[in-house]
């Protein structure tokens, strides 16, 4: 199996340490760039990425801010923002710039790694993907999710309020709020309702 490349965006080494080894220790065939900042990723050479892991509160250029430089520079290698700050603002100006998945620093392990997993292995699909208005391929109907966001999904198609789906999946009601606000902005949903509707629609509920 070919290498995977993926690049480690944080200004906090300590952090970037800690995930450096969570993902090493975890999956196969995976080799990591670190950089600590954007000015100083935009001087890495050209190679190839399969995966860009953005942290937004750095020193000097924000992830925000800087997401389009990552894009023009690596096009087509889908970016996970990887955030302490998981306020549905963030997330839907995340979303907005690009980025294809946000994982909360907060998140545990395992759902950090399941969303990791989950973009390297769209493969050749993930390079093609291009984030339109809505955050669906224009190549694909089918919206990339995480593993999570498809369990938040499959609760809210079935009528349950924030509070009942924390409770489900064990999660804070500001957490699941945040999801549901990447729902909404995926489907471009103006409430809770239509963005059952489409997912229906799309066939990734029953």
Same mark, same amino acid.
């Given at each position: 199996?070919?290498?995977?490349?993926?690049?480690?965006?944080?200004?906090?080494?300590?952090?970037?340490?800690?995930?450096?080894?969570?993902?090493?220790?975890? %999956?196969?065939?995976?080799?990591?760039?670190?950089?600590?900042?954007?000015?100083? +990723?935009?001087?890495?050479?050209?190679?190839?990425?399969?995966?860009?892991?953005?942290?937004?509160? %750095?020193?000097?250029?924000?992830?925000?801010?800087?997401?389009?430089?990552?894009?023009?520079?690596?096009?087509?290698?889908?970016?996970?923002?990887?955030?302490?700050?998981?306020?549905?603002?963030?997330?839907?100006?995340?979303?907005?710039?690009?980025?294809?998945?946000?994982?909360?620093?907060?998140?545990?392990?395992?759902?950090?790694?399941?969303?990791?997993?989950?973009?390297?292995?769209?493969?050749?699909?993930?390079?093609?993907?291009?984030?339109?208005?809505?955050?669906?391929?224009?190549?694909?109907?089918?919206?990339?999710?995480?593993?999570?966001?498809?369990?938040? %999904?499959?609760?809210?198609?079935?009528?349950?309020?924030?509070?009942?789906?924390?409770?489900? %999946?064990?999660?804070?009601?500001?957490?699941?709020?945040?999801?549901?606000?990447?729902?909404?902005?995926?489907?471009?949903?103006?409430?809770? +309702?239509?963005?059952?509707?489409?997912?229906?629609?799309?066939?990734?509920? +029953?």
């Amino acid at each position: 199996m070919a290498t995977k490349t993926i690049l480690l965006i944080d200004d906090h080494s300590l952090f970037r340490s800690g995930l450096r080894t969570l993902i090493l220790n975890s %999956l196969a065939d995976i080799d990591i760039i670190e950089s600590a900042s954007l000015e100083e +990723a935009m001087r890495l050479a050209n190679t190839t990425l399969d995966l860009l892991l953005l942290d937004i509160k %750095l020193q000097g250029l924000n992830g925000l801010d800087g997401a389009a430089l990552l894009k023009r520079k690596w096009p087509g290698c889908p970016i996970i923002v990887i955030s302490a700050d998981d306020s549905s603002d963030t997330i839907r100006l995340a979303q907005e710039r690009g980025a294809h998945h946000f994982i909360s620093k907060g998140n545990s392990a395992e759902e950090i790694l399941r969303a990791i997993k989950l973009a390297l292995d769209q493969g050749k699909r993930a390079k093609e993907f291009t984030q339109n208005e809505s955050g669906l391929s224009p190549t694909n109907s089918k919206p990339l999710l995480t593993p999570r966001q498809y369990e938040v %999904l499959d609760l809210l198609c079935k009528g349950l309020s924030n509070k009942m789906i924390g409770r489900q %999946l064990d999660l804070s009601e500001n957490t699941v709020r945040c999801h549901v606000q990447v729902l909404l902005a995926t489907f471009n949903a103006s409430n809770r +309702a239509e963005a059952a509707f489409t997912a229906r629609r799309m066939g990734l509920v +029953a």
